[in-house]
């Protein structure tokens, strides 16, 4: 992967996540303690470095409210805050980095620096305020023990890192996403057909829900006719109706789900994998998603479009992992 994609993917699946944290607290820009919140939950080195030394979301999120109430106190100044809701980020626009948290993300990516989720946290840990410093002490350890847990994990990942398999005769592409659950409430989560309207952004309702889900059986999914933020989804007449199989379901690790348009017989079905393995604070989620290639001169005529084919596979995995982590936050 080359730096500017490493760098592209991290400042986007960091800025969601602190955004979501940020539209919690009825905010419309995420700050520093909301970037550290976004790293708790990265499944990157920096995310795996943070969770081994015992910190996880619900521990972070109430280092950080003390923190804020601590220094009010020491203005004195007597408030409290408004009680966190559930993410809105999603149903809302308008949010926007504090410059303080843009100006470390671009620092983060300077000359020799790898611009990955690591290197953001070595620039936080660092960051002029203290802030973090201090937040880090309220969760029992200290800059330099996680620096040291983040190298021991960063090492250890470079050495073993496997490379992605393509997939035979198909269009595919994988990603992982740390959720902050237990591996039953996870597999429970993407077992459920009523749930897919959640993480798969094409279907908006399920028809016969109620019906047992077992491997092989079938459901209808009926578009969805607004988009999270009210807008009203425009979607062709054969892309209405999607016909959702469950095609594996093997407790506790293993969920894959298949969807096709019937109305749209020249059309691929398009495969969901989830591979789900316990860890620290939570569980590792494999997301791999593929579609058939077309054979004969269609598969030449389309080579051209092979970079955005690869762009809608990587953002149709950042949608689905992002769900399926926002479902548990």
Known sequence: MSKFVRVAQTSQSLSLAAMEEASRLGLRTADIEHLFLALVINDQAAGRALRDVGIDLGTARSAVEAQHAAQLASLGIEASF??????????????????????????????????????????????????????????????????????AVDSSRRATAPATPAVSGRISGSTETFVPAPIEQVWDYLAEPTNVPEWQMSVGSIEHAEQDAAAGAVWTGLARERRPDGKLAKVKPEFRRRRIELVAAHRPDTIAWSFAYPDAPRSNAALAEFALAPTNGGTQVSITTSWSRRPGWRRVVGLPLRPIQKFIVWITLFQIGGAISRAFR
């Open 82 to 151: 408004p009680e966190a809701g559930r993410i809105v980020f999603h149903e809302t626009d308008g949010y926007e980095w504090s410059k303080r948290a843009s100006d470390l993300i671009a620092r983060s990516a300077e000359k020799d620096k790898a611009g990955d989720a690591a290197a953001v946290l070595r620039e936080l840990v660092a960051e002029p305020s203290g802030l973090i410093a201090v937040i880090l002490e309220r969760l029992g350890t200290s800059p330099d023990a996680l620096l040291e847990q983040l190298d």
